[in-house]
Structure formats: structure tokens, C-alpha cells
């Protein structure tokens, strides 16, 4: 496992975008995400990156001491990917819906119209 210090560099360079990130250990992943990935990859005060390496350090050490124990970490990317389609399929739903309802193409002062025209039951 890499030293805490090596472990903290690589959170803050693969944060902003961990699904793509070429993580070196597992735990350093889920560190940072136990941590925030959000959080790390937009801290820019001294102090804020000071209390997100305390965090990261405390999420990190308890890791590797599961480790140690003999727990195995398991990468979780499945319920980013079911996440994912999720809001694929809300997408999906709400552009039909908006396309059964007439919505398809109008903007602004005119899907605003015709919202009240259905509210008034012409629609």
C-alpha cells in the first residue's frame, strides 16, 4: 500500500474525475470518495486541504487496518452504473412525456403558454 503522503497526491490529481482516474491501490479510491472526491478536487485554501488530508488520513488508516485484518475491498462501480442509467431512463421518460404533451421544439414565452393552456383543461 502506498505511504500516506503518496496516497493523498494521487486523491487530489484523480478527484475531479475518479471514474477515469488510474488509481495505483483501491483504498486510495475509496478514501477519497469517503472523504468527498467533490471536496478534495476544489479545496484551495491551505486550510480546507489541511482538513480534507486529516479526513482522507483517519478514512485511509482505517482501510488499511481492515486490510491488515484480512478484509478484501471490493470496487462498487455497479451502483455508479446503475445511478447512472437511472437518470438515463428519468431523461428518457420526461422527453416522451414532454413530446405526448406538445412540448417538443417550444421555449420560453410559448412553453409557458401552453402550460396554461392545460392548466385551464385546453390543452
Known amino acids: 500500500m502506498?505511504?500516506?503522503e503518496v496516497a493523498w497526491l494521487e486523491a487530489q490529481r484523480y478527484s475531479a474525475d475518479p471514474f477515469h482516474g488510474k488509481w495505483s491501490h483501491l483504498a486510495i479510491k475509496q478514501a477519497a470518495k469517503e472523504t468527498g472526491n467533490w471536496d478534495i478536487s476544489r479545496a484551495t485554501s491551505k486550510a480546507e486541504q489541511k482538513r480534507l488530508k486529516d479526513v482522507f488520513a483517519s478514512?485511509?488508516?482505517?482501510l488499511a487496518?481492515?486490510?491488515a485484518n484480512g478484509h478484501q475491498l471490493i470496487e462498487n462501480d455497479a451502483q455508479h452504473n446503475q445511478g447512472r442509467a437511472m437518470a438515463d431512463k428519468m431523461i428518457r421518460d420526461g422527453?416522451?412525456?414532454?413530446?405526448e404533451q406538445g412540448f417538443t421544439g417550444i421555449?420560453?414565452?410559448?412553453?409557458?403558454?401552453r402550460m396554461k393552456e392545460m392548466l385551464k383543461g385546453k390543452g
Not at 59 to 62: E, G, Q, R
Not at 107 to 113: N, T, V
Request: contains cysteine; glycine residues 4%.
Open 2 to 4: 502506498p505511504s500516506l
Open 59 to 62: 478514512c485511509y488508516n482505517d
Open 65 to 67: 487496518k481492515a486490510m
Open 95 to 99: 422527453n416522451k412525456q414532454a413530446d
Open 107 to 113: 421555449k420560453g414565452q410559448a412553453a409557458i403558454d
